[in-house]
């Protein structure tokens, strides 16, 4: 995906990754990347798995109370709309019912939500391979259309902190080869999957969701484990994760600031 610059026949060679969107780069490179990645994988390639394979899971259920409470004395209406902060998501944040408090992503720390939670923030410090995490929040009502996440070199992993009493309206729908699985959460109870199947998420109910979503590093070993190093580090410097930070730093609702450590 290497892209000539300059003046034509100049030869200079521009890096692959600049100013490129998080889905532009996907769509380029996320077929070969993902074949080298699921050659070293020590999971199986399967759209949901069992929470018990990432041993730092059970640590986090253990105090789902603690970090519960630290995400609700945040107000959904302090939180931004996730279309606000991140135009790559484009069209599945269009619904501005779907709100993202952000600690950290790709390298990025935002200081002053972290201090906010700080038992949160002091369990994620023991999370190995954490790449993004957030506290998302579905508010009622909210549609997340179907869509699929760029690479299997992530795995992604909800901790429910408040569930709607209909369980039943509020659920995630993935597709996968053996068929498509309908999830509720349930308050305490984590969800490990591999985004890249198609999923849908639906609020069907007259109250909000809460959970903690982390993006980590799928675990893997040899040069698949390099190959995936290398392409998270070129992702942290995309337009994707730069205006994610520009725009958190122009907000004027109390949480914005200087993202960075």
Known sequence: MTQTGGKAGSGRKKLPFINKSFFEIGAAMRPAIDRMIMRGSLLPDRAI???????????LEEHWAEIRDEAVAIRAREIPALGDISPDHGRIAADR??????????????????????????????????????FSVL???????????????MLTFHLALV?????????IDIEAPEGRHVVCWREGASLLFDDTYNHEVWNDTPEDRYVLLLQVRRPCRGLAR?????FLRAVSHTRFVQDIRHRLDALKTGIGGELGR
């Not at 798995?49 to 041993?55: G, I, Q, T, V």
């Not at 508010?139 to 070199?153: D, F, L, S």
């Not at 390099?226 to 290398?230: A, C, E, N, Y």
């Open 163 to 171: 569930v709607p009493k209909d369980e039943a309206g509020c659920h």
């Open 97 to 134: 019912r779907w709100r993202s408090f952000f600690l950290e992503g790709y390298g990025y720390r935002r200081a002053e939500n972290c201090a906010r939670v700080p038992r949160t923030m002091a369990l994620l410090d023991t999370v190995p391979g954490l790449v993004t995490a957030c």
């Open 139 to 153: 508010e009622a009502g909210a549609h997340i259309p179907r869509h699929y996440g760029m690479t299997k070199g």
């Open 226 to 230: 390099s190959m995936q190093g290398l």
């Open 49 to 59: 798995l069992d929470p018990a394979a990432l041993p730092w899971i059970a640590r």
